[in-house]
Nanobody, 120 residues
Framework: QVQLVESGGGLVQAGGSLRLSCAAS???????LGWFRQTPGKEREFVAA????????YYADSVIGRFTISRDNAKNTVYLQMNNVKPEDTAVYYC??????????????WGQGTQVTVSS
């Protein structure tokens, strides 16, 4: 089992920055890690993913150039640095652990989610 706990969400103005963190239990360092987001009535959407070693990263087109995913395996933590945020980035953001991919069904473990709200 892998436990994931997100933090760092909140209210931010458009154009601002926010950094999300996800602390994983020790076994999380052996897995790929990803960030997904979801708004009411919509399916969970891929945001970014990073491989076990951190050597490969993947991004949704909508966040390229604005968001950066990184991980610190010594701290069992994955980060999502969000810059130049837009109102359409408003969502609940979920951290996930599993097989690195852009689809949610390859991830076996999920955090509880953290709300990000971007005001215009």
């Amino acid at each position: 089992q892998v436990q994931l706990v997100e933090s760092g969400g909140g209210l931010v103005q458009a154009g601002g920055s926010l950094r999300l963190s996800c602390a994983a239990s020790a076994s999380g360092r052996t897995l790929g890690l990803g960030w997904f987001r979801q708004t009411p009535g919509k399916e969970r959407e891929f945001v970014a993913a990073i491989s076990r070693s951190g050597g490969s990263t993947y991004y949704a087109d909508s966040v390229i150039g604005r968001f950066t995913i990184s991980r610190d395996n010594a701290k069992n933590t994955v980060y999502l640095q969000m810059n130049n945020v837009k109102p359409e980035d408003t969502a609940v953001y979920y951290c996930a652990a599993g097989l690195t991919s852009t689809t949610p069904n390859t991830y076996n473990y999920w955090g509880q989610g953290t709300q990000v709200t971007v005001s215009s």
